[in-house]
Every structure is written in structure tokens, then in C-alpha cells.
């Protein structure tokens, strides 16, 4: 699982050749490379779609349900394909019924467009209940069918328009952030499954990345998560990179944490002496 000090070594050597073997940095390049090992033992790639890369749609075969609703085209109507990351024109799923993008869908993704925009340029961008559930939607809509029964309350949480609505439940979630020039090129959505089941690791991490950043998501409310209770669940980062020579950047991971609803924030108890 953890990666051996000679797999670090080589992978340090790797980004520092890739820097154009300048001095200095020695120290970032074995922390960076130890991270990427680290999360790439623990987890696979189960899903990869590139975006912006022409059409391409996913899920339109004969016994196409919704994956939020399941119900058949038969019961409801679809409509056209939709995109997997808001904004984006490919890949599009059929997946998704008209009556659910009605409802609740089209609205978080106008909060994930607001969210991704603003966030792509300001660090400090809040990430709001809305903006997450936008988030697992995309990830929900490009799992792996099979692994859906596993998320069946992730999927009543993000279909609920009522946001307040089973927040403990998601109380302490986060998104990890990564700004790097490099991230402007290749955007895409990427999947990754934990290897071993016993390990203390969520079992999805959900990317994003383009426009300069990638957000990385654990999903949250996974059924396969519970068997691990009692354990604290670690949350392992990534350490990209891009470029070569002067134009080489790893990027480093920065939390933001979900902002709490203001509305169900605990009021503070006065003390009765100074209330009175
Ligand atoms: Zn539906």
C-alpha cells in the first residue's frame, strides 16, 4: 500500500529530471512524489472522461433508466442528453429524465457553474451545500452502474431541493483544491475506487479539473464506508504536475471545507447572568 522508499526515489527523480535537473527543490519533488504513490496504491482508476473533446454519449442503451429516479423512458420523458459537468458540451448522458433536471438538477447546476467560475478565480470561493450535491450528481451520473446500489442515500440527499435537509449527515465534508497552469490543459472528470476494501480510505474520489484548478471530492453517504465504522477515514491528496524545465508546477492540495448553512448554524447559548 504505502509505496517503498526506492518507488519514492524514482518517482522524485522522474519530476526532477522533468524540472530540468535545477537545483533547489530536492525536498518538494520526494514530498510530492510520496503523496502521488501514496494516493495511486490506495486507489484505481474506475472511470475517465475527457471534456471538450467532441461528442460523446454515455448510457443511451436499450434499458436506459434514470439513475436518480429509475424510472424507464417509457414512464417519463427524457428529453436531450445532458452534459456530465455543467458548461461543458461533451461527454452528454442519457441517464438523466427531464422531470428530474426539472425538479432539482438544472438549478444545482447553475449553482456548480457560479461555484466553478468563481472558484477558478478566487481561492476563497465558500463551497455551498448546493454546489456539493452538484458535484456527486456529476459523479453519481458517470459511475459505474453497478456500483449505484451503494449509493442510494447519496442519491435521495442530491435529489432533495430541501439543502438543509440531512446536513449532519454531511457535516465536517470537504473538497480538495488544486490551482496549476497545467490544469488549463486536458480538463476532464476522472473516478477513483479504493483497491483494498478494508482499507480506512473512501471508496470514490471523484476530479474535476480544467481552467487552471481540479477539485477532488470524496462521496459522501457511501453504503461501503459504513462497514469501516469505528475507524477514522483518512482522506489522501494528490500531487499533480505538468511542464517541463522552468514551465514544470506540482500542485499541492488546499481544503475547503463545506460552508454551514447559516440558517442551521446552533445558536449560541448565553449565559443566564449575562442575558438577564
Ligand atoms: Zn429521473
Given amino acids: 500500500m504505502r ?10 527523480y522522474d519530476r526532477w529530471e522533468r524540472r530540468g535537473y535545477s537545483h533547489g527543490g ?15 496504491g490506495h486507489y484505481r ?16 442503451g436499450p434499458n436506459r433508466r434514470c439513475r436518480f429516479c429509475e424510472r424507464t423512458p417509457r414512464q417519463v ?11 461543458r458540451r461533451s461527454p452528454v448522458t442519457a441517464e438523466v ?4 433536471r426539472g425538479d432539482w ?18 481561492p476563497h470561493t465558500p463551497l455551498s451545500t448546493p454546489a456539493f450535491k452538484a458535484i456527486v450528481a456529476g459523479a453519481l451520473a458517470v459511475m459505474p452502474a453497478g456500483m449505484l446500489p451503494d449509493f442510494v442515500d447519496a442519491i435521495e ?10 446536513d449532519r449527515l454531511i457535516a465536517g465534508a470537504e473538497c480538495r483544491v ?7 490543459q486536458d480538463p476532464g472528470v476522472s473516478l477513483y475506487r479504493r483497491v483494498d476494501d478494508d482499507d480506512p480510505v473512501p471508496f470514490l474520489m471523484d476530479f474535476v479539473r480544467g481552467d487552471g484548478i481540479m477539485i477532488q471530492v470524496p462521496l459522501p453517504m457511501c453504503l461501503r464506508d459504513e462497514d469501516l465504522d469505528g475507524r477514522s477515514i483518512v482522506h489522501l491528496a494528490r500531487a499533480p504536475f505538468g511542464g517541463t524545465g522552468y514551465e514544470y508546477a506540482s500542485s499541492r492540495a488546499e481544503r475547503l471545507p463545506l460552508a454551514v448553512s447559516v440558517r442551521r448554524a446552533p445558536a449560541r447559548r448565553i449565559p443566564s447572568a449575562i442575558a438577564s
Fill in 3 to 12: 509505496p517503498s522508499f526506492h518507488e519514492i526515489q524514482i518517482a522524485a
Fill in 26 to 40: 530536492d525536498a518538494n519533488d520526494w514530498l510530492d512524489a510520496e503523496t502521488e504513490l501514496t494516493f495511486l
Fill in 45 to 60: 482508476s474506475i472511470a475517465e472522461h475527457p471534456l471538450d473533446a467532441g461528442r460523446v454519449v454515455l448510457g443511451d
Fill in 77 to 87: 420523458d427524457f428529453g436531450e442528453p445532458r452534459p456530465i459537468v455543467p458548461g
Fill in 97 to 100: 429524465c427531464g422531470e428530474c
Fill in 105 to 122: 438538477l438544472d438549478a444545482l447546476d447553475q449553482e456548480f457553474r457560479r461555484f466553478w467560475d468563481r472558484l477558478a478565480n478566487d
Fill in 157 to 166: 440527499w442530491v435529489s432533495n431541493p430541501d439543502h438543509d435537509l440531512d
Fill in 178 to 184: 488544486y490551482r496549476a497552469g497545467f490544469l488549463h
